[in-house]
């Protein structure tokens, strides 16, 4: 099975990178790599409640990241490999426009 992840940025740049099921972290390896890349950016929730659920990591963290990150092919395979483990579904769309994350 193929998995994918495509980042639309703001300023209408998209980045995707698509790759085997085999690849794909665990849930928990997904998560925790989120979280390590959410505190080492110093990115802020997105809930007033401060409460961060795994998918406002995987938009905060793509915003945060920018095409700087984004560009780095070795970066961009670490966050798919990450976000699709993490919300355990093979596709994910971010916009960092709208802030949303859609499967």
């Given amino acids: ?29 997904g998560r925790r790599w989120l979280d390590q890349e959410f505190l080492r950016m110093d990115c802020e929730p997105l809930r007033a409640s401060g409460k961060v659920l795994i998918v406002d990591k995987v938009v905060v963290v793509a915003k945060a990241a920018g095409a700087q990150l984004l560009g780095d092919a070795q970066w961009l395979a670490q966050f798919a490999r990450a976000s699709v483990g993490a919300v355990g579904r093979p596709t994910v769309l971010v916009n960092t426009k709208a802030m949303t994350a859609s499967f």
């Avoid at 099921?21 to 928990?28: G, H, L």
């Fill in 1 to 29: 099975m193929r998995n994918e992840v495509r980042v639309l940025l703001e300023d209408g740049q998209e980045f995707v990178h698509g790759f085997d099921s085999a690849e794909a972290m665990s849930n928990e390896d």
